[in-house]
């Protein structure tokens, strides 16, 4: 793993802290309500950042009292999520990117015993990608297989020119296949975990970001 296309909200203390602490909280994450805004909120402090990074431009602005000059951006980034669990951090993302177009990539894991985890990509709605900015919004940045996965079925919609990839919690294994997969994508986390455990979770993590939004699968 590598550190020079990684950001880590949390390495600088932050009310990033607060908002993946609650995340985190047995005693709070069952407020459904409160876990999605948590996961709102981050995203909007990682698009924050994000945008710190993309091509600006000179434009003019007439105020009621004189003509005076801002930078902004040259082009809106594409957003894109993986369903369900990543609803609310895109929702974030959107309030700041308020502009942008979104792709929806509906991916899973198959968890059987004794067997290599595998994931399954059923549906994908892109627009065109052909030399956008993509930013994907996933909250739990695992293995990277879904991802990935998902990031390369897009490029079936075109090649962007930069990718992002942003994230509430990862592990080091994730970040690792996600860098070797796709050198190109800047990493943006809320916090960097200890590692997975025998089932492909993170540890010490929050447990099933979709379900705790969303209510349990069955």
Aim: net charge negative.
């Amino acid at each position: 793993m590598h550190y020079n296309n990684l950001h880590i909200l949390t390495d600088t203390p932050s009310l990033a802290n607060h908002f993946v602490a609650e995340l985190r909280d047995v005693n709070i994450q069952h407020d459904s309500l409160r876990f999605r805004r948590n996961l709102e909120r981050l995203g909007e402090l990682l698009a924050y950042e994000i945008s710190k990074t993309l091509p600006y431009t000179s434009a003019g602005v007439t105020t009621p009292l004189a003509q005076t000059q801002t930078m902004l951006l040259k082009a809106q980034p594409v957003l894109a999520t993986i369903l369900r669990a990543g609803l609310p951090l895109y929702n974030g993302m959107l309030n700041y990117f308020d502009k942008a177009f979104s792709t929806f990539v509906g991916a899973y894991r198959v968890e059987e015993e004794n067997t290599e985890l595998q994931i399954n990509m059923e549906y994908l709605a892109s627009t065109d990608l052909h030399d956008k900015i993509l930013i994907l919004a996933d909250p739990m940045l695992a293995t990277g297989k879904s991802l990935v996965k998902a990031y390369k079925g897009m490029l079936r919609h075109g090649k962007p020119v930069q990718v992002h990839v942003a994230a509430v919690i990862a592990s080091p294994e994730g970040v690792k296949y996600l860098q070797e997969e796709i050198p190109e994508a800047n990493i943006w986390l809320g916090a960097l975990d200890e590692h997975l455990n025998e089932k492909s979770y993170i540890v010490p993590g929050l447990g099933d970001a979709g379900d705790l939004a969303f209510g349990p699968k069955i």
